[in-house]
């Protein structure tokens, strides 16, 4: 800990001996030819000597600005820039530190002035677009575009490379306006250079249908487009790396980018058996992670009879390989396509222990399992945009997916009554082989009708799936009760055995169909808007599985009717609905109506008594209000009322006894579902104070909800259907503030406090007793971030979550928990070409059971040193430092606590190197006579 004491006294002496000096700079900016007010005119200090942005702000609603600072230069050189006028500049002498400027009147710009003049502005604001200018933000030489979001204001990137821009989500990054490697933006964000980048461009997240329609959306997610600098848009970029450590641990990554003006080609592979789930550079910051993952279900796993493999714990090692591609057809056309294979082995072992609650008494299951899986999958998607005319776009997306994964499994369970004594057990052991293939296809026309904002759209969307697999099974359960024989035998003996040795093959096929027709009429000229829609949707499905018993010749030739299912699903609706959408410079918003018509049926062809047929009708409400009080701060609320039938699973009558200790019978009398949602929020960023406030309450209620209804008979086998129940709701909260001081022009401190807040309540079941149990949740949360440019990084984050489970059954005990997480994150970057990094983390979960780790530190720590004129780095990295790493967990519901434990990446020491290359320059010239140099 000694490093910790030594960094707080390094950056408390440092602030102490500081030789800067406060500084205050106001004024007004007028119109010049009007003298108006201009609001979001962009303010900034630059310093003499190199040019060096020093500060910025932006106009208030009276054109008025404060600059505070704290610098020690005697004078600088102001910049006042804002669209469509010319740029004004002087420079001040800070002779007296605080210095009123008055009024600055700025002149129109002409046409010509456009082109010849470029704004240096660190930030403008045009209309809905926040621009950055990235040269005004200085960041180590070879930072990624990661590394300088984080240098922008109201800019936020957790450990995981997701961003947040004034309190909003970030889901997309184009790269001149164009994706760059499929939708995750970690990609980008890594591995793009800064040094590449002119200008960063944050509007809110549109389809691309909508865009060009000119739709106003509701804000809540943001698009970053990077825009590439003229003279690097064309030629040859990349990076390659490898790393190899003990306990046999490695990585290994490359990317290879062509660009040539509108055509850009890219290429990256990688492989690791680090728990990286897709590339991984060897890059100083993020070392463990980050990349993109592709496969059917997401995440690598899939569920069979209740049997979950996969999802990322344990030990992975995986593979990766991927293309992009990029292109201008003639004046018209946009074609961009990739393709990415992600494949992974993974092993795990899993430890659990249950305490499962009913209404006059417990009961335990502890169990064990082991999992052995590995996975494939290919993903290819493109895309053509079509500009017919400045009227009318059509947009075709076509993708394709093929999964394929192998999967052995085995777990042993065991129930005890609450004297302990064991009631059941089991053994199971599986292998199952699963493919599956995806084709999907998504066709958008789009048809504007002169210039007021009328437009027609047709949108269709076809996907067809289909699955396969092979399920060899054998198992063994046990049920123990009181000697009837003798009532006197204090032990229970084996009153039921189930003991099975099957064979399930599986085959599922889907194909969905949905199209929605879309006419807009305005009533006031490109504010007011009449919206009229119809959708009509159909998916059908088919779905079997024919099992087959162990017969004395060993074969598997014995049909199992029981265990088998041949079902044919259709869910079919129509949507009429007609919406009001209004907006101007201040505020927007819409208000929709649709009525939904649907049919559910279910053909059982094994047990036609239970074919079922439903029909329901529904109204749905769906509107947003937006109201922006100044380019600083905005206020948003939605409400949303929709309608969600019982899943056909639910509805069907069909008794699924795969799971001898768990049959499960759906209710065909199941109602629809109706869920009533409403949100509120209100985003502040201040230029000047340099504050952020960010913060939404929102809650949703739920009529006729769908829960689990389980009843467990005396030696805890269960029986489990559905029951619509009413009273369930959640109630959710949260607020952050940040605020950054700027302490010289070399040292800043961010500090943010945060805090989130939950109150739920639940409808149940309980071997038969309804009740209902409350959930009141409180998260604060308190973050710093020191930097010290060139020299240090100093960042602890502490939160504290408190969780107050209660129950309204006399029989249920209320239940309190806690749990505590600092992190703590520091740089060093001294002596030069040296960097230092450290992630420290601590948990602690008081309330895990015995047998459990409770609390640990888990720390990380790189030493990274460039090579090659900075091109290259070597880098040594440390996982788990003090051998610590533990992902013991307490899991908490109404009907049970749960304590688990997996297994985990151990402590290991690796030594990497990265290579990065550039041919990139003026016009496509190379920088060195062999064609690349080291950026």
Known sequence: M????????????????????????????????????????????????????????????????????????????????????????????????????????????????EVLIKSTAPITIKKDTLEFNVSSFKTKKDASVEDLLKELPGVEVDEDGKIKINGKEVNKILVNGKPFFGDDPTITTKNLSKELIEKIQVVDTKTKAEAFSGETVDGESKTINLTIKEENNKGVFGRVAAGAGTNERYEGAGMLNYFDND??????????????????????????????????????????????????????????????????????????????????????????????????????????????????????????????????????????????STNTYNSDEESLNDAYVLTNNSNTNSYVENTGKNFRNNINLTKKFGDRGAFVRVDLTNEINKRDSEDFLTSLTNVYGEDVNNPNNPDYVLIDQTERDQFTNGIGDENNFRSSVNYRLPIIAKELFLNFQYQYNRDKSTDTKSTYDLDGQGNYSIFNEDLST????????????????????????????????????????????????????????????????????????????????????????????????????????LAPSTNHRLNLGYNAFDWQKRTGFYSYLGGNFTENQVVAKTTVDDNFVRTTTFAN???????????????????????????????????????????????????????????????????????????????????????????????HDLNIATAL???????????????????????????????????????????GTVTLKVYDLLNQNTNARRTATQNYIQDSQSTVLEQYFMLSFSWKFNSLGKKGESNDDNGFYFD
């Not at 962009?42 to 008025?64: F, N, P, Q, W």
């Not at 905005?634 to 409400?639: D, E, L, N, Q, R």
């Not at 070399?746 to 149940?764: P, Q, V």
């Not at 149990?773 to 971030?785: D, F, Q």
Request: aromatic share 14%; charged share 20%; no cysteine.
């Open 263 to 404: 055509r850009r080609i890219s290429v990256l592979a990688g492989t690791n058996n680090i728990n990286s789930p897709g590339f991984s550079f060897g890059e100083i910051r993020k070392m463990f992670g980050g990349g993109y993952s592709s496969s059917m279900s997401g995440n690598g796993s899939f569920t069979i009879d209740g049997r979950s493999f996969g999802g990322g714990e344990g030990i992975t090692k995986s593979r990766n390989a991927g293309l992009n591609f990029a292109d201008k057809i003639g004046k018209k056309t946009e074609v961009s396509a990739d393709y990415f294979y992600s494949g992974s082995t993974s092993e795990n072992e899993t430890a659990t222990q249950r305490e499962n609650i009913l209404p006059n008494s417990r009961y335990y299951t502890n169990s064990n399992s082991s999992t052995y899986n590995d996975s494939n999958s290919h993903s290819a998607n493109m895309g053509f945009d079509i500009e017919i005319d400045s009227t009318f776009l059509i947009n075709i997306d076509p993708s394709f997916r093929y999964f394929k």
């Open 2 to 113: 000694k490093i910790f004491f030594f960094l707080i006294t390094f950056f408390a002496i440092s602030i102490a001996f500081s030789q800067s000096r406060p500084i205050q700079i106001s004024g007004k900016i007028l119109s010049a030819d009007e003298q108006l007010p201009l609001e979001s005119a962009t303010v900034h200090l630059e310093r003499l000597s190199d040019s060096t942005v020093i500060t910025y702000t932006i106009t208030d609603k009276e054109g008025k600005f404060n600059l505070e600072d704290r610098i020690s230069d005697k004078s600088l050189k102001i910049y006042v820039s804002y669209v469509g006028y010319r740029t004004y500049s002087q420079t001040i002498s800070l002779a007296n530190p605080v210095l009123n400027l008055e009024a600055i009147s700025l002149d129109v710009s002409n046409a010509l002035d």
């Open 725 to 819: 129940v009413d009273g369930n709701y959640n109630v959710y909260a949260n607020f952050n503030y940040s605020k950054d001081i700027k302490l010289d022009s070399l040292r800043t401190l961010k500090a943010g406090i945060g805090l989130n807040g939950n109150l739920s309540r639940n409808i149940n079941f309980n071997n038969d007793v309804q009740y209902a149990s409350k959930v009141r949740g409180l998260s604060p949360t308190a973050e710093l971030r020191f930097t010290w440019k060139d020299v240090m990084e100093f960042r602890p984050r502490y939160s504290v979550t408190f969780t107050n489970n209660s129950y309204d059954l006399a029989e249920f005990d209320d239940r309190k928990f806690l749990y």
């Open 829 to 871: 970057f001294l002596p030069k070409k040296f960097e230092w990094r450290n992630d420290i983390n601590f948990n602690y979960n008081p309330n895990i059971g015995e047998g459990f780790q409770k609390s640990a530190w888990f720390w990380n720590s790189t030493l990274a040193y460039s090579v090659l004129k900075d091109a």
């Open 566 to 669: 041949d079902f044919e699903y259709l869910d079919e609706s129509t949507t009429p609905g007609v919406s009001l959408s209004y907006r101007n410079k201040t505020w927007s918003g819409s208000l929709s109506f649709n009525y939904v018509f649907r049919t559910l049926g279910n053909m059982d062809l094994l047990r036609p008594e239970l074919t079922i047929e439903k029909r329901f009708e529904a109204p749905e409400l769906r509107g947003y209000l937006r109201y922006k009080f100044s380019p600083k701060a905005s206020f948003w609320s939605s409400y949303n009322m929709t309608n969600e039938p019982p899943r056909l699973s639910q509805l069907q009558a069909f008794q699924n006894v795969s799971d001898p200790l768990n049959t499960i019978v759906g209710n065909p009398n």
